[in-house]
């Protein structure tokens, strides 16, 4: 694909001629757009130094636009009929997924649009080298065969157009376009010039050569410059030399407002936004800070990103899905917050508190009519706006998003859906990005619109995956203002030239490029067609004149490269080993403060002891009992902080939803069905007596009722099959713990789920006991239901852990004999706790008998009682006094279920 068999003239020459203006008769083709418009723009810089005024434009373009400029020229000509119609993007990805899907081998594709997008680039690569004819005759391996098989299916649906003529892509236009270069319909100049091309095609060349044959001179030039002063520079890591070469392009900046800055990134699509962070924080450290113009950056990326990571097309794809089947809580969540959509403004807040609510109450997945139906329940903050349009989309969705319809019923469709959102509605402005993303958006539903031609009718799912698959293949780049530091990717670099030059990634194993031919197409047919990314020779010998290209771009030029990544070594490429080494220290270049840096510098430090919140009666909460029940002395024993942010500034932490149930609705859950139960027996004389059937019955009864009460609160969780084995569960595992229970000596149930308030330290709380057995031996026994792990070493010692049940036995008026946790799990139906006396309760020890040293320290039952009242005291006090001290009791394990590190910023702690 190389080789330059066309005469050369100078790029002075070039520019004397292009002066001639249309008299003159020139056209310049270049490999693309950027550097049409580089080449443009220099041509302009040299009329105007040489004083002129005004000039005729030159006609400069991408050779791909020459192509389609010949075709247009035919289309509005006496040969339009014959014409095939030229396919958008959209429509050759839909005729490929649609060959791909009807063939035998689609089944064994994980996805259908990624092998179309794979056949569209062989498809392209076989045009370019005409290796179609040859192709056919060589199919060697599997690849190959499905490709050609597509390909067959492929052209006969583009034959098979309305259009005698059929259609035709642009990786065939040249082809289409060769027979028509001698009409006189045709625009054709009286001379054609490539300019900085690194590859010829054998498409390419085929055009040229009929471009010859009709008259037309061709000529070749490229850039002028000479080699300038050349460094090479050796980083330990990428990082290191992304900063250095930001770093490097702000410093020539200031020295030089008016020069013209190239950046060249190898694999700057999977770099770009670490490139665009460190390059911004160096070049314009303030920029992230509110209120600085997002538009003042002043370099240029030059690869854009896909259509759907722009966040006005990314949440308009998110309501689409809300409008279909079902979509997962984290993406609903995301549209709750949305800026672009009716009443996201005054509802911000209420919206934001919604999206928390939801999170303790939704499912993984979420429908439409689930999230109306959420957020209508009681508790949820209400965001009329949001239901109202809800509600007319859900209304749209029952007559308007379902059935086949065609591409372009369905463009009308989704935009009436968004419409009835208020998708971007009066109300919010845009800036200039968003406004012209707004503006691709548009292009792109209506080139959507325009599939009527080649796919046929589809359902609401399909039209919405095929939508969000062309934003995903569409890479877009606001326009903005001309800016002096172009950072560019290697093939936009060809041809550019600059007054600094630096080139960073040129390590051995990226420089050349590894060999990667194309796997639709033998390797042998790709080398004899000279595609360079098919052998080691074709890429090494493409690269180094990339490479000498780059040496001759611009007075000063920077190699560089990473020693290291990860645990691998790297070295310079070969390719740049003759160029002389160099130290980035010798460059002069100043350090300059990230912002970050200027503000730490600039800090007068001051250091506030901030552990103490207004006391508790100042603030007039000794009136009554404190909201937030024993959790206050439990999370003040933890940790008095997450008691403060917690019961004080009412904080909590997000939570997210989970399949199913969980922890906590399964304890909720089992607690209900043991509360209901004891509440109909009464005691232990009624359990013994129970027939196996009656209990099943009650016991099924009481499980309904919880159920019952649960779904209330959490609709989504408990439906269909999931419901009934959970019923089926719970009543095996009441009925488990009912037959333990009957061990006990006889007992009355004194209380069940019974509500007090206790008063320590100066904090009074509602509390609400699991349950209280009065005893056949006397003496009451207060049970506690665990279904998870429980120790008693958690009501021991200072701050326990567990002080609920201390709260109930201290606080009750009635003569307390024990305390205990009732665990109930599958085949762990156990109590644990301390009793006053001996075989109160199976398996429950005085303090005496307890193993560990800390119960033996309190030595006797009195001693606990007045140990747990000290401690409770304290505990109280501490709340009620404001201590807030940040002081997890046990410190990581505390921490790790918390929730509060965002406000309490324990882990910026640790680093003190
Ligand atoms: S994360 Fe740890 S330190 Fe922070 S509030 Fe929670 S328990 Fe206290």
């Given at each position: 694909?190389?080789?330059?068999?066309?005469?050369?003239?100078?790029?002075?020459?070039?520019?004397?001629?292009?002066?001639?203006?249309?008299?003159?008769?020139?056209?310049?083709?270049?490999?693309?757009?950027?550097?049409?418009?580089?080449?443009?723009?220099?041509?302009?810089?040299?009329?105007?130094?040489?004083?002129?005024?005004?000039?005729?434009?030159?006609?400069?373009?991408?050779?791909?636009?020459?192509?389609?400029?010949?075709?247009?020229?035919?289309?509005?000509?006496?040969?339009?009929?014959?014409?095939?119609?030229?396919?958008?993007?959209?429509?050759?990805?839909?005729?490929?997924?649609?060959?791909?899907?009807?063939?035998?081998?689609?089944?064994?594709?994980?996805?259908?649009?990624?092998?179309?997008?794979?056949?569209?680039?062989?498809?392209?690569?076989?045009?370019?080298?005409?290796?179609?004819?040859?192709?056919?005759?060589?199919?060697?391996?599997?690849?190959?065969?499905?490709?050609?098989?597509?390909?067959?299916?492929?052209?006969?649906?583009?034959?098979?157009?309305?259009?005698?003529?059929?259609?035709?892509?642009?990786?065939?236009?040249?082809?289409?376009?060769?027979?028509?270069?001698?009409?006189?319909?045709?625009?054709?100049?009286?001379?054609?010039?490539?300019?900085?091309?690194?590859?010829?095609?054998?498409?390419?060349?085929?055009?040229?050569?009929?471009?010859?044959?009709?008259?037309?001179?061709?000529?070749?030039?490229?850039?002028?410059?000479?080699?300038?002063?050349?460094?090479?520079?050796?980083?330990?890591?990428?990082?290191?030399?992304?900063?250095?070469?930001?770093?490097?392009?702000?410093?020539?900046?200031?020295?030089?407002?008016?020069?013209?800055?190239?950046?060249?990134?190898?694999?700057?699509?999977?770099?770009?936004?670490?490139?665009?962070?460190?390059?911004?924080?160096?070049?314009?450290?303030?920029?992230?800070?509110?209120?600085?113009?997002?538009?003042?950056?002043?370099?240029?990326?030059?690869?854009?990103?896909?259509?759907?990571?722009?966040?006005?097309?990314?949440?308009?794809?998110?309501?689409?899905?809300?409008?279909?089947?079902?979509?997962?809580?984290?993406?609903?969540?995301?549209?709750?917050?949305?800026?672009?959509?009716?009443?996201?403004?005054?509802?911000?807040?209420?919206?934001?508190?919604?999206?928390?609510?939801?999170?303790?109450?939704?499912?993984?997945?979420?429908?439409?009519?689930?999230?109306?139906?959420?957020?209508?329940?009681?508790?949820?903050?209400?965001?009329?706006?949001?239901?109202?349009?809800?509600?007319?989309?859900?209304?749209?969705?029952?007559?308007?998003?379902?059935?086949?319809?065609?591409?372009?019923?369905?463009?009308?469709?989704?935009?009436?859906?968004?419409?009835?959102?208020?998708?971007?509605?009066?109300?919010?402005?845009?800036?200039?990005?968003?406004?012209?993303?707004?503006?691709?958006?548009?292009?792109?539903?209506?080139?959507?619109?325009?599939?009527?031609?080649?796919?046929?009718?589809?359902?609401?799912?399909?039209?919405?995956?095929?939508?969000?698959?062309?934003?995903?293949?569409?890479?877009?780049?606001?326009?903005?203002?001309?800016?002096?530091?172009?950072?560019?990717?290697?093939?936009?670099?060809?041809?550019?030239?600059?007054?600094?030059?630096?080139?960073?990634?040129?390590?051995?194993?990226?420089?050349?490029?590894?060999?990667?031919?194309?796997?639709?197409?033998?390797?042998?047919?790709?080398?004899?067609?000279?595609?360079?990314?098919?052998?080691?020779?074709?890429?090494?010998?493409?690269?180094?004149?990339?490479?000498?290209?780059?040496?001759?771009?611009?007075?000063?030029?920077?190699?560089?490269?990473?020693?290291?990544?990860?645990?691998?070594?790297?070295?310079?490429?070969?390719?740049?080993?003759?160029?002389?080494?160099?130290?980035?220290?010798?460059?002069?270049?100043?350090?300059?403060?990230?912002?970050?840096?200027?503000?730490?510098?600039?800090?007068?430090?001051?250091?506030?002891?901030?552990?103490?919140?207004?006391?508790?009666?100042?603030?007039?909460?000794?009136?009554?009992?404190?909201?937030?029940g024993t959790g206050i002395f439990r999370d003040q024993a933890a940790?008095?902080?997450?008691?403060?942010?917690?019961?004080?500034?009412?904080?909590?932490?997000?939570?997210?939803?989970?399949?199913?149930?969980?922890?906590?609705?399964?304890g909720?859950?089992?607690?209900?069905?043991?509360?209901?139960?004891?509440?109909?027996?009464?005691?232990?004389?009624?359990?013994?007596?129970?027939?196996?059937?009656?209990?099943?019955?009650?016991?099924?009864?009481?499980?309904?009722?919880?159920?019952?009460?649960?779904?209330?609160?959490?609709?989504?969780?408990?439906?269909?099959?999931?419901?009934?084995?959970?019923?089926?569960?719970?009543?095996?595992?009441?009925?488990?713990?009912?037959?333990?229970?009957?061990?006990?000596?006889?007992?009355?149930?004194?209380?069940?789920?019974?509500?007090?308030?206790?008063?320590?330290?100066?904090?009074?709380?509602?509390a609400?006991l699991d349950?209280?057995?009065?005893?056949?031996?006397?003496?009451?026994?207060i049970l506690d239901y665990k279904t998870g792990e429980a120790s008693v070493t958690a009501w021991l010692g200072t701050r326990p852990d567990e002080p609920q049940l201390p709260l109930y036995a201290i606080?009750?008026?009635?003569?307390?004999?024990?305390v205990a946790f009732a665990r109930?799990?599958?085949?762990?139906?156990?109590?644990k706790g301390i009793?006053?006396?001996?075989?109160?309760?199976?398996?429950?020890?005085?303090?005496?008998?307890?193993?560990?040293?800390l119960a033996?320290?309190?030595?006797?039952?009195?001693?606990l009682?007045?140990?747990w009242?000290?401690e409770l005291?304290?505990l109280?006090?501490?709340?009620?006094?404001?201590?807030?001290?940040?002081?997890?009791k046990h410190?990581?394990d505390t921490?790790?279920?918390?929730?509060?590190?965002?406000?309490?910023?324990?882990?910026?702690?640790?680093?003190?």
């Open positions: 694909m190389s080789g330059e068999p066309y005469a050369a003239l100078s790029k002075a020459q070039l520019f004397a001629r292009l002066a001639e203006g249309l008299a003159g008769g020139v056209t310049v083709i270049t490999p693309n757009q950027r550097l049409a418009q580089s080449l443009e723009r220099e041509f302009d810089a040299a009329q105007a130094a040489q004083g002129r005024s005004a000039w005729e434009s030159a006609d400069i373009l991408s050779y791909s636009a020459f192509v389609q400029r010949c075709y247009e020229d035919a289309l509005y000509s006496e040969l339009a009929s014959a014409l095939p119609i030229l396919l958008t993007p959209a429509q050759e990805q839909s005729l490929w997924e649609d060959a791909i899907r009807a063939s035998k081998l689609a089944e064994t594709l994980l996805s259908a649009s990624s092998a179309a997008t794979q056949c569209r680039e062989a498809w392209q690569l076989a045009h370019a080298g005409c290796l179609m004819p040859r192709l056919k005759a060589a199919a060697a391996n599997e690849d190959a065969k499905a490709f050609l098989d597509w390909a067959a299916r492929y052209e006969r649906a583009c034959a098979r157009s309305s259009r005698k003529s059929g259609y035709i892509d642009a990786a065939r236009l040249p082809d289409a376009v060769i027979p028509l270069l001698a009409h006189q319909a045709l625009t054709k100049p009286k001379t054609l010039v490539r300019y900085g091309f690194d590859i010829m095609t054998a498409q390419q060349r085929a055009l040229l050569d009929a471009l010859e044959a009709v008259g037309i001179e061709v000529l070749a030039t490229g850039p002028a410059g000479d080699a300038g002063r050349c460094s090479r520079i050796a980083f330990t890591a990428e990082r290191d030399e992304m900063l250095a070469s930001a770093t490097w392009a702000r410093a020539r900046l200031e020295a030089n407002p008016q020069a013209h800055i190239g950046v060249v990134v190898p694999g700057l699509a999977q770099a770009r936004s670490t490139v665009k962070r460190i390059f911004a924080s160096i070049m314009q450290p303030d920029h992230s800070l509110p209120g600085v113009s997002k538009q003042t950056l002043p370099f240029n990326i030059s690869i854009g990103i896909s259509l759907n990571q722009y966040p006005l097309v990314h949440d308009a794809l998110l309501a689409l899905q809300l409008a279909g089947r079902e979509i997962e809580f984290n993406r609903a969540s995301r549209l709750l917050r949305s800026p672009f959509f009716a009443g996201s403004e005054a509802e911000m807040t209420a919206r934001a508190r919604l999206d928390a609510v939801l999170r303790a109450r939704a499912g993984t997945t979420l429908t439409l009519e689930a999230l109306l139906r959420l957020m209508d329940m009681r508790g949820a903050p209400r965001c009329p706006v949001l239901a109202e349009r809800l509600s007319q989309l859900a209304e749209f969705r029952k007559t308007n998003l379902f059935g086949a319809k065609r591409p372009s019923e369905w463009a009308k469709a989704i935009s009436a859906a968004l419409g009835l959102l208020g998708f971007l509605d009066k109300g919010r402005g845009l800036d200039s990005t968003e406004y012209q993303t707004l503006k691709k958006w548009h292009e792109v539903v209506a080139g959507f619109a325009a599939l009527d031609a080649v796919a046929g009718r589809m359902g609401y799912a399909d039209a919405c995956r095929r939508l969000a698959r062309v934003t995903a293949d569409t890479l877009f780049q606001p326009e903005a203002a001309d800016v002096p530091v172009q950072i560019l990717g290697v093939l936009e670099s060809a041809g550019l030239e600059f007054d600094h030059l630096w080139v960073m990634g040129l390590t051995d194993d990226a420089w050349p490029i590894p060999v990667r031919p194309n796997p639709f197409i033998p390797i042998k047919l790709q080398r004899e067609a000279g595609v360079p990314q098919a052998d080691a020779a074709g890429s090494i010998e493409l690269d180094r004149r990339i490479t000498a290209g780059w040496l001759a771009a611009a007075p000063e030029v920077v190699f560089s490269h990473p020693l290291r990544e990860g645990d691998r070594e790297l070295s310079a490429s070969p390719l740049i080993a003759a160029v002389p080494g160099a130290m980035f220290e010798d460059f002069g270049i100043p350090v300059y403060d990230k912002l970050r840096d200027a503000i730490h510098r600039a800090r007068r430090e001051e250091r506030i002891a901030d552990d103490k919140a207004p006391e508790l009666a100042r603030l007039g909460a000794d009136a009554g009992p404190h909201s937030g940790c008095p902080f997450r008691a403060f942010a917690a019961h004080r500034l009412g904080t909590e932490a997000l939570e997210t939803p989970q399949p199913g149930l969980n922890a906590r609705d399964r909720t859950l089992l607690h209900s069905v043991l509360a209901a139960v004891w509440t109909a027996l009464g005691g232990k004389a009624a359990l013994d007596a129970i027939s196996t059937d009656d209990l099943a019955t009650l016991l099924a009864h009481c499980a309904d009722e919880a159920i019952g009460r649960l779904r209330r609160w959490k609709p989504e969780a408990l439906q269909g099959r999931f419901a009934e084995r959970e019923r089926s569960r719970l009543a095996a595992l009441a009925r488990d713990w009912l037959e333990f229970e009957k061990q006990r000596p006889v007992f009355e149930v004194a209380a069940v789920e019974e509500k007090r308030v206790v008063q320590f330290g100066g904090v009074a709380v509602n609400k349950r209280m057995d009065k005893l056949g031996a006397g003496g009451h026994v606080g009750s008026e009635k003569n307390i004999a024990a109930v799990k599958t085949g762990e139906l156990e109590f009793a006053r006396d001996k075989d109160l309760l199976p398996g429950v020890k005085t303090i005496g008998d307890q193993r560990s040293a033996k320290g309190y030595g006797s039952w009195e001693n009682v007045e140990g009242r000290r005291a304290a109280g006090q501490g709340f009620a006094s404001g201590d807030a001290r940040v002081a997890p410190g990581d921490c790790q279920f918390c929730g509060m590190q965002p406000l309490c910023r324990i882990n910026e702690r640790s680093d003190e």
